[in-house]
């Protein structure tokens, strides 16, 4: 997979690019990495890349023609356009789903705003994707494309150490995760439940299957609407739902 960042502050990417999964992915050739400051592609003797809005309004502007030029250049000679994700407020919530679908790609760009907002053009004709990453407002794309970038690669493969740590992951499964332990099994009085202890295979897979419904319906009822569930985990969920009445 290949991933280009279009950032006026492309600095911001060198430790998180180059560091943990991230460096791993890169050094087994799952990813490659490219960061590009958009200012390079700017027309403008100063390298200016935004303007005063028309129709007045407070707040800059980013103009079409450096970004428009900087994802020309790094298309060129492809026989398959990239995919170009504009990272912005206003754009598709972020979720592991979509996570998974673009783990799928060849090559996608990540666009990074500054100021009060884009030219309308960049999202009708240059991006395919607007993503957010929550109901906030960041300074720029920078951080909430990383946080992107990571829950992307770390799905490729031979990324992870252990194949089904992505699957297994909290939301793959369309429920979160069930709690985990480790060694000592008591610490401070505090002990790992008996059934993690058994051995029983059958028993932990059933146990760790109902805690992850439980902590789905303790604290994220609304992933429980669109979860795939079977039908033994429809009769618990509605054991829990009769007990919290």
């Known amino acids: 997979m290949k991933?280009?960042?279009?950032?006026?502050?492309?600095?911001?990417?060198?430790?998180?690019?180059?560091?943990?999964?991230?460096?791993?992915?890169?050094?087994?050739?799952?990813v490659t990495f490219g960061v590009t400051d958009f200012r390079d592609y700017s027309t403008s003797k100063h390298r200016k890349v935004d303007d005063y809005p028309y129709g007045g309004g407070a707040g800059m502007v980013l103009k079409p023609e450096p970004l428009f030029a900087a994802v020309e250049a790094i298309s060129e000679g492809l026989e398959k356009p990239p995919r170009v994700i504009l990272m912005c407020p206003q754009g598709e919530t972020f979720t592991q789903k979509?996570?998974?679908?673009?783990?799928?790609?060849?090559?996608?760009?990540?666009?990074?705003?500054?100021?009060?907002?884009?030219?309308?053009?960049?999202?009708?004709?240059?991006?395919?994707?607007?993503?957010?990453?929550?109901?906030?407002?960041?300074?720029?794309?920078?951080?909430?494309?990383?946080a992107v970038i990571d829950s992307v690669v770390r799905l490729l493969p031979n990324v992870l150490g252990n194949a089904d740590s992505p699957v297994l992951d909290s939301f793959s499964t369309g429920l979160l995760e069930h709690p985990q332990y480790t060694r000592p099994s008591n610490f401070n009085g505090m002990e790992v439940p008996?059934?993690?202890?058994?051995?029983?295979?059958?028993?932990?897979?059933?146990?760790?299957?109902?805690?992850?419904?439980?902590?789905?319906?303790?604290?994220?009822?609304?992933?429980?609407?669109?979860?795939?569930?079977?039908?033994?985990?429809?009769?618990?969920?509605?054991?829990?739902?009769?007990?919290?009445?």
Request: aromatic share 8%.
């Open 98 to 146: 979509k996570a998974e679908e673009l783990s799928s790609e060849e090559h996608v760009v990540f666009i990074c705003g500054h100021y009060e907002g884009y030219d309308e053009r960049i999202r009708q004709y240059l991006v395919t994707d607007e993503l957010s990453i929550g109901d906030f407002v960041l300074t720029g794309g920078e951080i909430a494309a990383m």
């Open 3 to 30: 991933i280009d960042v279009l950032s006026l502050f492309p600095e911001m990417f060198g430790g998180v690019l180059h560091s943990s999964i991230m460096k791993k992915a890169q050094a087994n050739g799952a």
């Open 194 to 245: 008996d059934v993690l202890l058994s051995g029983n295979h059958a028993e932990i897979d059933k146990w760790r299957e109902q805690q992850s419904l439980l902590r789905t319906f303790e604290r994220r009822k609304d992933l429980l609407k669109d979860a795939p569930l079977t039908e033994h985990q429809r009769k618990f969920l509605h054991q829990l739902k009769r007990e919290n009445k």
